[in-house]
Structures are given as structure tokens and as C-alpha cells.
């Protein structure tokens, strides 16, 4: 990513140059026989890299798409409960709403995940008719934990499981067919490090069963793209262009193989919450297994408004962070690390991070924060990250 500013945001993700330059074909004949082959193979690649067998759908749209197609498709006038753990799932249930379902929340505290006991007593007392849930919510920084467990007790009232994985597919653990997720969401510009545009909808056979009859939408009626998914088109006139360079996207995540490419997201990030924790960052999300592995969030004790820093951060070092959404505001700041993201890159973040306290009084201690990313060199190397 050289010559360019530095994208730690939670998406869009810095893009390779190879892919980038995919996006520069020109545009083909979306009924034509070159793109059915390469749809067909993108869409291959892309079940690989989400390891699952189920239909994918392929979206020109940007993430909230993909949940609007499910909020769509399967909500108006079913029961939905939703765990809302942050912005997102406050978008999820809003989103759900607006399609006509009649949506009951589980929600709790900002930092804080719903206990699992009582997102089952609640479904035991609902029988929802979909359970619906944001896997890594990204305004807080907090995932859900317990993913397969909600999806099992889901299934067992007979409920289908809807999953924003917008920004956590492909860089945490996510077993899409065997957790029994039924409807997921996700988008290209996260962990897919491919350009934003592009956003895709996994189907269960389960599901394919239980698309409403009437959805209440044109743009995003999963039906006609299934339909046109046999002549391997889309229904509207998909950016084409985008879709060469996802598919170079994908080609690389494989090269590197998903394991590794999720394993790469797991311990880079526990390596980064530890090094900022030398810096004397906090995390926002307190318990360590709820903390995100895609997007890492922090609070630093005494000062409130952290916008400073994330201004300076822009203006001084060409690094890009994120405050937090809604109530959240300035009191967080926010870290994407998504993608191949290069180990002189988190040298850069670390450095640029601890001076910044530093000038602000922090007794941060860059030289242990750096110490402790070395711990990912190996890896880096390993994959061949470089
Ligand atoms: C969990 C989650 N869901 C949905 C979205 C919406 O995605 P987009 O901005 O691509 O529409 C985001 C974006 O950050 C997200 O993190």
C-alpha cells in the first residue's frame, strides 16, 4: 500500500495492487458468456473462502444490502427476536421493522454482550420465528461468542438464523453450514480485502423454503436472483468490473488458504490489544472473549473525547482510525485491522499511536508494544505476508 494512506478504519480495507488493477478491465457483456464463467468461478472461490455449500447470492451493494435482502426476504410478518449488542444490531432491528417484522430485542449494555442464559430464556418465551443476530458488531467492537450455540438453540424452536457477517467473514471463526445459519450477510470491502461494492447473501436449503411470499422489496428479492443464478447472472446489472477483482481477492485469501487467513486475523489481533495495552489504551469491551478480532476499539482513562487523537493520527501520520457510532461517539477509539495488513503497518499504527499518547502525557511504552508485535512476525512470515 505504498504512497497511500493508511487504512485502519473498519472498512473499507486497503486493496493489493493486483486486484486493484482487476477493476481497471473493461466493463463485459453481464448476459454474455465470458461473465456466466466468471461469475461461476467467483462465486466458486467465494463458497470456498465462506466454506460453505449453500446458494450464494451476489449483490451490487454495500453491506447493509445483503442485511436489508434478508430483513426482506424473510421478515415481514414473522417474529423476530434479535440480540443487539451495538449499532448494528440496533441496524438489524430497524432494518426488520421497516420490512414488517415484528421484531422483539435483546440488548445490553454498550461493551457488554446479552448473557447467553438470557437470550435463551427469551426465545423459550418468544418461539421467534427467526432469530436474528450481528456476529462481530462493529460500532462497539464486541462479537458474539456463543455464535453457535444461539444458532443451535435457534434451530431447536424450529427459528431460522439470520447473521449479519459483515465484518467478521472470513477473519474470525465462522462455520456458516454446520452452525445452521440459514441467512448470512456480508460484504466485500472487510476481510474479503476487496474493493467496497459488492455484498453477498448465504442461503441454507432450509431457506431457499422459507423466503416469504411477497417480499417487500424489488431491488433485493432474493427469488429473482436465485432464478437468474441458474442462466449464472444476476437479475440487475451487477459492477461487473468489481467482480474481477473480488475474484483476484479471493484467489489470494486461498493462496494464503482461509485457516490461515482467519488465524492471521485471531492472533494479530490478540497481539495488537496487548501492545495498545502497553500504550495504556483500555479496551472498550472488557471480556476478553467478546472482544472483536476485526475491529478493535479502546478507551483511554481520564480523557472522554478521543477525536484528537484519531485527528492527529490522520494529519501527522496519513493513519485512518475510527471513533465510535451513535452514544459511543469520541469516547472510543476504533482500529480495523482486516485484510493483509503488512507487519510494517502495525509497526507504523503502534508507533504512531504511542507518540501521540506520549504528547499527551500518556506514559506509553512503545518499545513493550513493540516488543510484543514481534510476537506475529513469525506468522507474517509464515504466510508470506509481506
Ligand atoms: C456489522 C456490520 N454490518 C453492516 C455494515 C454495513 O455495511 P456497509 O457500510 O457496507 O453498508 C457494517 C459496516 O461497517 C458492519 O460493520
Known amino acids: 500500500m505504498s504512497g497511500r494512506r493508511l487504512l485502519f478504519i473498519p472498512g473499507p480495507v486497503g486493496v493489493e495492487e493486483d486486484v486493484l488493477l482487476e477493476s481497471a478491465k473493461p466493463p463485459i457483456n ?8 466468471l461469475l461461476d468461478e467467483t462465486l466458486g472461490l467465494l463458497k470456498r473462502v465462506l466454506r460453505t455449500r449453500n446458494e450464494v447470492v451476489l449483490l451490487t451493494s454495500s453491506g447493509t444490502g445483503a442485511v436489508e435482502a434478508l430483513a426482506a426476504n424473510f421478515g415481514p410478518r414473522r417474529r423476530v427476536l434479535v440480540v443487539n449488542a451495538g449499532e448494528f444490531g440496533g441496524r438489524l432491528a430497524e432494518a426488520l421493522r421497516v420490512h414488517g417484522a415484528q421484531v422483539v430485542e435483546v440488548a445490553s449494555e454498550l461493551g457488554t454482550l446479552p448473557s447467553l442464559e438470557g ?4 426465545i423459550e418465551a418468544v418461539k421467534p420465528e427467526v432469530v436474528a443476530f450481528v456476529y462481530n458488531d462493529t460500532s462497539p467492537g464486541i462479537r458474539v461468542s456463543y455464535a453457535r450455540e444461539l444458532c443451535r438453540a435457534a434451530k431447536e424452536v424450529g427459528a431460522l438464523v439470520l447473521v449479519d457477517a459483515v465484518s467478521a467473514a472470513g477473519g474470525d471463526e465462522l462455520d456458516v453450514d454446520s452452525w445452521g445459519v440459514d441467512g448470512l450477510a456480508t460484504a466485500s470491502q472487510k476481510c474479503l480485502a476487496a474493493p467496497p461494492g459488492l455484498s453477498f447473501v448465504v442461503l441454507s436449503e432450509e431457506a431457499l423454503g422459507r423466503l416469504v411470499e411477497r417480499p417487500t422489496t424489488v431491488y433485493f428479492d432474493l427469488r429473482r436472483y436465485l432464478d437468474y ?5 444476476t437479475p440487475f446489472t451487477p459492477a ?10 479471493l484467489q489470494r485469501i486461498l493462496e494464503v488458504g482461509v485457516d490461515s487467513w482467519i488465524r492471521l486475523h485471531v492472533e494479530r489481533a490478540a497481539v495488537l490489544y496487548s501492545a495498545f495495552e502497553s500504550l495504556g489504551l483500555v479496551p472498550f469491551v472488557r471480556r476478553e472473549e467478546h472482544r472483536s478480532r476485526t475491529v478493535l476499539s479502546f478507551t483511554l482513562p481520564g480523557q472522554r473525547d478521543l477525536g484528537e487523537i484519531r485527528r492527529s493520527l490522520s494529519e501527522n501520520y496519513g ?4 471513533g465510535g457510532l451513535g452514544a459511543l461517539g469520541d469516547r472510543i477509539i476504533r482500529f480495523g485491522v482486516m485484510g493483509p495488513v503488512k507487519y510494517s503497518e502495525l509497526v507504523a499504527l503502534v508507533t504512531a499511536v504511542g507518540l501521540e499518547l506520549r504528547r ?4 506509553a511504552d512503545v518499545e513493550a508494544a513493540l516488543s510484543k508485535l514481534e510476537k506475529l512476525k513469525g506468522l507474517y ?3 508470506r505476508i509481506r
Open 30 to 37: 453481464h448476459r454474455g458468456r465470458e461473465f456466466h464463467a
Open 119 to 122: 437470550v435463551l430464556e427469551k
Open 229 to 233: 443464478l441458474k442462466r449464472r447472472e
Open 240 to 249: 461487473v468490473t468489481l467482480v474481477y477483482a473480488l475474484r483476484r481477492a
Open 319 to 322: 493513519i485512518e482510525a475510527a
Open 360 to 363: 499527551r502525557g500518556v506514559e
Open 381 to 383: 512470515e509464515a504466510l
